[in-house]
Nanobody, 129 residues
């Protein structure tokens, strides 16, 4: 059982920045997991935002955030982060961190939601003036 806890969400103006964090609330081998961020906007299905390999050497991004967001992990601190820059109103939604032991879950196109088995409860990001 891997329990994930997110923090860092909030209200920010368009063009602003936010940094989200995710950490394991129990003892696990953090570097055994491929990690990812997903988001769900009001009235829309959940979509993959970004994923990162176990070592951090591979990172993938959804096209609309590729030039603005940066995913990172610290396997020494057992944390995952997402830096959100130049935020737009359409970035508004609930952001979830997720984990999987599937080492292939961040090696192809996109972020395959069905491959991620452990989920945080989500943190709200609202971009509005």
């Amino acid at each position: 059982q891997l329990l994930l806890v997110e923090s860092g969400g909030g209200l920010v103006q368009p063009g602003g920045s936010l940094r989200l964090s995710c950490a394991a609330a129990s003892r696990h081998a953090w570097n055994d997991y491929v990690l990812a961020w997903f988001r769900q906007a009001p009235g829309k299905e959940r979509e993959g935002v970004s994923c990162i390999s176990r070592t951090g050497h591979i990172a993938n991004y959804e096209n609309s955030v590729k030039a603005r967001f940066t995913i990172s992990r610290d396997n020494g601190k057992n944390t995952l982060s997402l830096q959100l820059n130049r935020l737009k109103p359409e970035d508004t939604g609930v952001y979830y961190c997720a984990a999987t032991r599937n080492v292939l879950a961040c090696r192809g196109d996109g972020v395959p939601e069905d491959e991620y088995h452990y989920w945080g409860q989500g943190t709200q990001v609202t971009v509005s003036s």
